[in-house]
């Protein structure tokens, strides 16, 4: 155990499979004391921020750890915008917001559709930050548009692993954290223990039980939704993977790895993140999977492109969703989990949680997981592909388009978009022989 900490701390590339991205990928490992250097100069940026609501573009990495420091602090100040859906992007006051947007290769098309419009309702530069790596296109844009301020960020740390650098620390910085503090919590891991958690987390999906339930206090379940991205999008590849099933229920089965955490404040945080990114690396090792790539992820935003370029889009057929739950009891088998993912506006969290819990009692108390589209695409989405092919999904579209809202400059509006997003993934989980159930539905309490 401690060479594997020892070897990690040295950054040894040969800990995973030759050719794995490791070799610029591992700043992660000691941003906690870059950042904790700047965090008075962070800390005295934000207070010059006079705007009432900050509103953070940005998805996968970008976003899920801002929105678990959102909810721990208890601030409504933050709003996380990680998703296409119109009425969503629409409902979002626009009015006395400063805007963070976040990309780390500057070329993601949720951001760029997102900045779009709210460029065309807030065209002030002063109103606006950038977070993103050094000589992106967004770098560009941002210096051309005369950004308040440009964040560039270390470009050997990725997107899931990110949480504190610029992109999690900046909004933290914002909603009033001691920035220091988070970063000394995370120092203060204990770094064996994460090797630890790592090693028996992976060999436990070896031996079977590869459904990693975390389970959180209902205070505490956004955390769950930034550790399912991480695990999910950096162990599931090759035919292999740690599955997260975040839950604030105990849930128990031959295939369960069962953990429970317990986090005193919001500091607790910014140990609970370091941990978690130890273990997952080292849970990568075990698998012999590379840890820091994510290649379906990235065949899923291509499938969409593809589908962009062939407008208008075909309606497709949609099953009843009437007939969810007969599908299901069909189609599982032993060791299967089910993915239910709703491209369905947000807003509609203890609906969501409703529908999984429904469908893990109906199936014996199988593994269920449940995510918005396209938020999912960037995290559980590379397990859904690269992973075992034990998931059965369940793909939930509206009927008719939740609102209609133009992209300022853009060929198709937000709801085509969203629209060519499921069936792009739907294309990729249909190519890698996965299970799935697309149907229709305008209220989750349609599906049964």
């Known amino acids: 155990m401690t060479s594997l900490l020892e070897r990690l701390r040295a950054r040894d590339t040969s800990l995973w499979p030759e050719g794995s991205a490791a070799s610029y990928r591992l700043g992660w490992l000691d941003i906690p004391t870059r950042m904790q250097a700047e965090a008075e100069a962070l800390a005295s940026w934000a207070a010059g921020i006079e705007q009432s609501r900050i509103v953070l573009l940005g998805m996968g990495g970008s976003s899920l750890g801002p929105e678990v420091l959102r909810s721990f602090a208890g601030s409504d100040r933050l709003v996380v915008l990680d998703t296409t859906d119109p009425r969503t992007v629409a409902s979002v006051e626009l009015d006395d917001a400063f805007f963070v947007v976040s990309s780390k290769s500057g070329s993601t098309l949720e951001v760029q ?32 548009r005369g950004f308040s ?47 630890e958690l790592g090693v028996a987390m992976a060999e436990a999906a070896q031996e079977g039980r590869d459904k990693v339930t975390i389970r959180t206090a209902p205070s505490a379940s956004a955390f769950g939704l930034w550790v399912e991205q991480l695990v999910a999008e950096s162990t599931g590849k090759g035919g292999r993977g740690c599955i997260p099933v975040p839950t604030t229920e105990a849930e128990e089965g031959p295939d369960r790895f069962l953990l ?25 090792h075990i698998l012999g999977v590379d840890p820091f790539d994510e290649p379906n992820v990235t065949e899923s935003k291509l499938n969409t492109r593809r589908v962009l370029e062939s407008l208008p889009l075909s309606e497709g057929d949609l099953a009843d969703p009437n007939g969810v739950f007969e599908w299901l009891a069909a189609t599982v088998r032993e060791g299967d989990y089910v993915s239910l993912q709703a491209y369905l506006p947000y807003g509609q969290d203890d609906a969501l949680e409703t529908l999984r819990r429904r469908v893990r009692d109906r199936l014996g ?22 992973g075992p092919n034990s998931v059965v999904a369940v793909q939930i ?37 996965r299970r799935v159930l697309r149907v229709g539905a305008d209220h989750l309490q349609e599906v049964n």
């Not at 990114?277 to 990568?284: H, K, L, R």
């Open 113 to 144: 559709v997102l900045l779009a419009h709210a460029w065309s309702r807030v065209p002030d530069p002063s109103r606006y930050a950038a977070i993103t790596d050094p000589g992106t296109s967004f770098h560009s844009l941002a210096s051309e």
């Open 397 to 433: 579209v509206p009927l008719a388009p939740t609102a209609k809202l133009e992209i300022p400059n853009f060929p198709y509006d937000f709801a085509t978009l969203i629209a060519a997003q499921a069936a792009g993934d739907y294309q990729s989980l249909v190519e890698h022989g």
């Open 149 to 195: 301020r440009i964040f560039v960020n270390p470009p050997d740390i990725g997107g899931r692993y990110s949480v504190l650098s610029y992109f999690g620390l900046v909004p933290a910085a914002l909603l009033g954290y001691d920035v220091a503090e988070l970063c000394r919590r995370a120092l203060d891991t204990d770094a064996q223990e994460a090797v």
């Open 260 to 284: 429970a955490l317990h986090l005193g404040d919001a500091y607790d945080l910014g140990a609970e993140f370091y941990r978690w990114q130890v273990a997952t690396a080292i849970a990568g």
């Open 365 to 386: 108390g199988m593994a269920v997981t449940v995510g918005y589209g396209p938020r999912f695409l960037h995290s559980t989405g590379q397990l859904h592909k690269g």
